[in-house]
């Protein structure tokens, strides 16, 4: 069983809807999760990160993050064709290394 | 210029060929790591460094070799390539806190023939 676990999608949105993208972690002594969003060819980039249970919001951005249930969320709001990438979720060890989800794609239809 | 330089960008190269990718920062950081990255695998862990004198080997450190030349350049090497180690390679790196997550490089693309 891999570490963290992502629906590998397509996830297909439409243009202005809500996107929900899920990822579950095995550690239960993580304590930071971030979510990475990449595109095709390009190198990660960090879009939100967050430490304590409950939801945190940036922008069109919210993470949602359950300890218990070791599972954090991020969902895209007014989703837009730019947000057609891959979002990999990141969980940190205890040793201050990630580890990365597989990632999943998402499509924003116009 | 970039945070995280990696070099070259793009590279074909044959079967038993000795190959070293390069990584360069100005972020200061003292942790640097090597990732590759396939498709519907996700990004896996090569080797990391924490600070100069430290070298770790991650999941998939068989084949590969790195060199931490001080702490701004930290090299990966394929000491002979093979087509299965054909793939996009990241270097990034991070504070000694975390928090704030990783930068990476703008990545390697890797293709072994």
């Known amino acids: 069983q891999k570490e963290v676990e992502q629906n590998s999608g397509p996830l297909s949105v439409p243009e202005g809807a809500i996107a929900s993208l899920n990822c579950t972690y095995s550690d239960r002594g993580s304590q930071s999760f971030f979510w990475y969003r990449q595109y095709s060819g390009k190198s990660p980039e960090l879009i939100m990160f967050?430490?304590?249970?409950g939801d945190k919001e940036d922008g069109r951005f919210t993470a949602q993050l359950n300890k218990a249930s070791q599972y954090v969320s991020l969902l895209i709001r007014d989703s837009q064709p730019s947000d057609s990438a891959t979002y990999l979720c990141a969980v940190r060890d205890s040793w201050g290394k990630f580890q990365f989800g597989a990632g999943t794609q998402v499509v924003v239809t116009p | 210029d970039a945070d995280v330089t990696q070099t070259p960008r793009n590279r074909i190269t044959k079967t038993g060929k000795r190959i070293m990718l390069e990584c360069s920062q100005t972020k200061g950081h003292d942790r640097m790591y090597w990732y590759r990255q396939d498709p519907g695998l996700g990004l896996r862990l090569i080797y990391y460094s924490f600070d100069v004198k430290d070298i770790n080997k991650g999941e998939i450190s068989d084949g590969y070799s790195v060199s931490r030349q001080a702490q701004a350049k930290f090299s990966l090497s394929l000491e002979s390539a093979i087509p299965n180690q054909t793939a996009l390679y990241f270097c990034?790196?991070?504070?000694?806190?975390?928090?704030?997550?990783?930068?990476f490089g703008s990545g390697t693309r890797l293709t072994v023939v």
């Open positions: 967050i430490y304590s249970n």
């Open positions: 990034a790196t991070s504070d000694i806190d975390t928090d704030y997550g990783y930068t």
